[in-house]
């Protein structure tokens, strides 16, 4: 069994920039997609960008041309780098991977980005 932990949250200040982590524990890491996925305080979990096994890349409205998402296969981990981050971006921030055939999928346990100052 298999698990993704996310690390790099913390607080930044508006304008500000973090990069978010996600390491991952699972076999054939290279043949899944990864996405980022953020939940603020009393709001719907929200998608935030994907990055696909051909390494292309689709992004929410509110993040693009602010975040970038990556992935390194070698190292099983997957990477969201934030600029010019904004208040509204504040939530906690979740790693998914899933697999199409078999059916296959994970979730990390999150880690929380807030942007104040």
């Known amino acids: 069994q298999g698990y993704l932990a996310e690390s790099g949250g913390g607080l930044a200040q508006p304008g500000g920039s973090l990069r978010l982590s996600c390491a991952a524990a699972?076999?054939?890491?290279?043949?899944?997609?990864l996405h980022w996925y953020r939940q603020a305080p009393g709001k719907e979990r929200e998608y935030v960008a994907g990055?696909?096994?051909?390494?292309?890349?689709g992004y929410a409205y509110s993040v693009v041309g602010r975040f970038t998402i990556s992935r390194d296969n070698a190292k099983k981990e997957a990477y969201l780098q934030m600029n010019y981050l904004q208040a509204e971006d504040s939530a906690v921030y979740y790693c998914?991977?899933?697999?199409?055939?078999?059916?296959?999928?994970?979730w990390g346990r999150g880690t929380l980005v807030t942007v104040s100052g």
């Open positions: 998914e991977a899933h697999l199409y055939n078999p059916p296959q999928q994970y």
């Open positions: 699972i076999d054939n890491f290279y043949a899944y997609e």
């Open positions: 990055i696909k096994s051909d390494f292309k890349r």
